[in-house]
């Protein structure tokens, strides 16, 4: 479904990616890495939001690499922001109209409230006034309204209660099942191994290593060298 | 003063306020919510004026020179925006140094083509004379209609921000330039489309402005200061500060103007300084 082959990205002297190479299928797949790895950089590169200096970005075939952000969302991949970043002077029901293209697609604003309950009792409350886990999950619904191919979500799983990850866990293991594409974009390994059953390990600008999620929970020097932590959601 | 003087000064304060509405509404929605400084936008007040006046000297019909003068600055004002601006997203100096050149180049322009003498548009029979009014017996009509037009013009921007997709989508933009693109949002043309309503608005300003007053070079200029004066004082980005702070700007202009019209002039920046002092944002505005 998407192909990355061989990229960089330099942010100003930084050599930030150096060489990714990085196919996503059907599977889920999680991209797993410490803190300045190059992750969200990776994202970014995706949608378009960074330009990346060399390298090529195929999705369903197509060369992706150079087009604008808008027309990567339109050709159907959605970015679930780190930070969320919702849009502070929309209610959560402005958050959805704005992105919903009509009722004969798989995702609608009825589906959404469906699956997320929450986001339909505070359906008139602005972004700036929900909770971490209630905007994480209007970032999500938001996403989804696009009906993309494949959802890229970078750290969805940040700053949450412990209780709020797990129904996020289920969310994303729903959404695998129908599916949809997901590059989930992680730093707590329980999660990343609990929604995919493949993960991607980043290290300083490259991908150091791709293994069944199984392989990585039960190999601790691995987890150390890559992750400098052990395994737990 | 008498009660009837202070009843005239209010109305006249009011309707140049509701004027003042119209144009810096539409300098409130390019420069308070797409960030886009325009220092052209008193030329687009200019270019609705001249170019309405030639379709109204044509067909001596003041409702097209209305709708001429409305087509005119937004055809304009897109093109400024996908030809200089667009280009320029984010860098205000850059932007303000290109719209300030530009509006040099069009005011010489109009000059050449139109002269530099005074026009004024004479609004339609249904809007000329006096309409009787309480207290000081009548009023002139068309300055009544200016009150109206200005509600309207508030009332369809309240809508467009508040109940279309193009107004969530200006208002996330406004937060989030480069989220709303990640959400498949062509925000290039929203800022065209934004541009184009706000230029729409200062022609609209310049044909009603140039049947209540006479327009010539220069009045571009008193109408760029205005705007700017009324957005700081009403706060950036927000329709309802614009209001206020146009309200304001025309009251003080009137009844400085009635009170010591030697110093009227300074009465207008005195209460920006004041504004800026104690609450920078301007009366409705977000802290940033």
């Known amino acids: 479904m998407l192909e990355i082959k061989d990229v960089h990205f330099h942010y100003g002297q930084a050599h930030v990616l150096q060489g990714v190479d990085l196919a996503i299928g059907d599977e889920p797949l999680a991209l797993i890495g410490r803190n300045g790895m190059g992750k969200t950089t990776l994202c970014h590169s995706i949608m378009g939001m960074a330009r990346i200096s060399r390298g090529s970005i195929r999705f369903q075939g197509t060369e992706i690499q150079g087009r604008r952000p808008d027309h990567i969302a339109r050709s159907g991949i959605a970015l679930v922001p780190q930070g969320r970043r919702v849009f502070p002077s929309l209610t959560v029901d402005e958050h959805l109209r704005l992105v919903a293209k009509g009722r004969n697609r798989p995702w609608t604003i009825e589906r959404v409230y469906e699956t997320f309950p929450r986001l339909a009792e505070r359906k008139r409350n602005g972004g700036a006034q929900l909770s971490g886990g209630e905007q994480q999950m209007l970032a999500i619904a938001r996403a989804l309204l696009t009906n993309p191919r494949l959802v890229i979500m970078d750290e969805p799983s940040e700053g949450l209660a412990p209780v709020i990850v797990d129904h996020l866990c289920i969310v994303l293991r729903d959404l695998a099942k129908s599916g949809m594409g997901i590059l989930l974009v992680e730093q707590n390994l329980g999660v990343a191994t609990t929604v995919c059953d493949r993960v991607a390990v980043m290290v300083t600008g490259r991908i150091a290593a791709t293994m069944p999620s199984q392989d990585l929970l039960e190999d601790e020097t691995a987890q150390r060298r890559w992750l400098g932590v052990s395994a737990h959601a | ?288």
């Open chain 2, 1 to 288: 003063m008498t009660f009837e003087m202070f009843v005239t000064v209010m109305m006249n304060g009011l309707t140049l306020g509701a004027l003042y509405f119209i144009v810096a509404s539409g300098f409130s929605l390019i420069f308070g919510l797409m960030r886009t400084v325009n220092m052209a936008h008193g030329t687009l007040y200019l270019i609705g004026a001249y170019l309405g006046y030639s379709v109204y000297d044509l067909t001596e019909n003041w409702y097209y020179a209305i709708a001429a003068g409305m087509t005119a600055a937004a055809v304009f004002g897109a093109i400024m925006q996908v030809t200089l601006l667009g280009w320029m997203q984010g860098q205000e100096l850059r932007q303000a140094l290109v719209t300030i050149g530009l509006s040099i180049i069009v005011a010489d322009q109009l000059l050449a083509h139109y002269g530099g003498l005074s026009l004024q548009f004479f609004p339609p029979d249904a809007l000329f004379g006096a309409t009787a009014f309480p207290i000081i017996e009548r009023y002139p009509t068309f300055r009544l209609f200016q009150i109206g037009a200005a509600v309207a013009v508030g009332v369809a921007l309240w809508l467009i921000l508040n109940r279309t997709k193009l107004g969530l989508m200006i208002r996330a933009g406004v937060d989030d330039r480069e989220m709303l693109a990640a959400m498949g949002v062509r925000v290039s043309l929203v800022a065209v489309v934004v541009f184009a309503l706000g230029a729409a608005l200062a022609g609209l300003g310049g044909v009603i402005g140039g049947s209540a007053q006479p327009f010539s070079q220069g009045t571009d200029v008193r109408f760029l200061l205005t705007s700017l004066v009324v957005v700081i004082v009403g706060g950036m980005g927000s329709i309802g500060g614009t209001a206020i702070g146009a309200i304001i700007v025309g009251m003080a202009e009137q009844w400085g103007q009635a009170l010591f019209p030697t110093y009227s002039v300074i009465v207008t920046f005195v209460i920006m300084a004041a504004v800026l002092a104690v609450r920078p944002q301007g009366i409705m505005g977000r802290p940033s």
